[in-house]
């Protein structure tokens, strides 16, 4: 779990069967410039508005008061959105590119449209592992979190039902040839060509 982007410069698909993939370090500047284009364009007002029309159409409507959850959703995941994201795409985290020997050195090699796509899918499998799912809603029902707001109470509950289903949700909507490229062309210019 820990090695998130470990595959990430890893060649997905052999050209030949002469030339094997073989696994490669990303430089550490790559891993930083994905991970930081990643949580850029989730938070940003369109990535953050994309998110708030996938939970009102996929998630309220499982919601146990789907009427107070289409009210309220929009300004409560904004605020959710901007922590959680660059929280979790954090290039510094353990979990990201900060785990020790995980990027650069005489071994790292640029990122390639490929290992960018191989990176982001890994760290979409890793946020939607129990794992990270049960950690965020711990971290957002905390004190820094629900701790903060004038119900703690029902903002916990709210938590535990939404993130579950929130994350998912918004999962399923990426779509690897539509956002893909440019989400890695954001991280290093032109890695993926049209």
Known sequence: ???LLTLCCLEVLSLSSAQPAAPAKPTCEDCHSLVSAISAFLTSQEGIAQQ???LLSKVC???????????????FWTEIAQGLWPEYYNPEAEWM????????GPDASPLTCDGCKAGMRL???QLLSEEFVTG????LSGDEGCG???EPDKCKAIIAELIPLALPAIASEF????DAPAICNAAVQDVCKP
């Not at 499982?62 to 959703?73: A, D, F, I, P, R």
């Not at 590119?97 to 650069?104: N, V």
């Not at 779509?175 to 539509?178: F, I, L, N, Q, V």
């Open 1 to 3: 779990m820990k090695l």
């Open 97 to 104: 590119c900060g785990q020790k020997d995980f990027c650069g």
């Open 123 to 125: 760290s979409i499998a």
């Open 148 to 150: 903060q707001e004038e």
């Open 175 to 178: 779509d690897e040839k539509r």
């Open 52 to 54: 708030v029309d996938v």
């Open 61 to 75: 409507p499982k919601s146990s008061n789907s009427t107070e959850c289409v009210e309220g959703l929009p300004a």
């Open 136 to 139: 965020i809603v711990e971290e």
